[in-house]
């Protein structure tokens, strides 16, 4: 009995086929030897064939999770920065819609805590100079002030 995979561009397996099981293999599959299936099938997107040759893979590790940070944290982080409360002030004070500065004029003064997903950071980093997609890292940053 025959074994065969079809691969994704990386070299990872998509589907495999055994000619005792499988009436049909489609012709873009590949032959692999039983040695090769078995290493595929027990490490399941560890592995790709390179060239004919079976390789291992080792996924980038998982970024750490985003932290809540609390306000003070903020501020501190952003004093390294060489931002003020004042300059977050200002920040708020320049957004034009009346009912989304009033928003952030609460989100800013009440909450105590904030989160990534808070739209106040991504309305705000811009106007203080600050890269958005930069706030995953700046979060994990001020979590350890």
């Known amino acids: 009995m025959s074994k065969f995979v079809i691969l994704d561009a990386a070299g990872f397996a998509t589907?495999?086929?055994?000619?005792?099981?499988?009436?049909?293999?489609?012709?873009?599959?590949?032959?692999?030897?039983?040695?090769?299936?078995?290493?595929?099938?027990?490490?399941?997107?560890?592995?790709r064939l390179i060239d004919g040759a079976l390789v291992s893979f080792e996924p980038p590790a998982e970024p750490d999770p985003v932290p809540e940070i609390s306000k003070a944290q903020c501020l501190l982080?952003?004093?390294?920065?060489?931002?003020?409360?004042?300059?977050?002030?200002?920040?708020?004070?320049?957004?034009?819609?009346?009912?989304?500065r009033a928003r952030a004029e609460i989100e800013w003064k009440y909450r105590a805590t904030f989160n990534i997903a808070n739209p106040l950071f991504s309305t705000l980093a811009p106007a203080l100079g600050?890269?958005?997609a930069t706030l995953p890292d700046a979060f994990r940053a001020a979590a350890r002030l």
């Open 77 to 100: 982080w952003l004093l390294d920065l060489g931002k003020t409360e004042a300059d977050v002030a200002a920040a708020i004070g320049a957004i034009t819609d009346q009912t989304e």
């Open 130 to 132: 600050i890269d958005p």
């Open 15 to 47: 589907a495999f086929y055994s000619d005792d099981i499988n009436p049909t293999i489609p012709a873009e599959s590949v032959p692999i030897t039983d040695e090769q299936w078995r290493e595929m099938i027990e490490h399941p997107g560890r592995r």
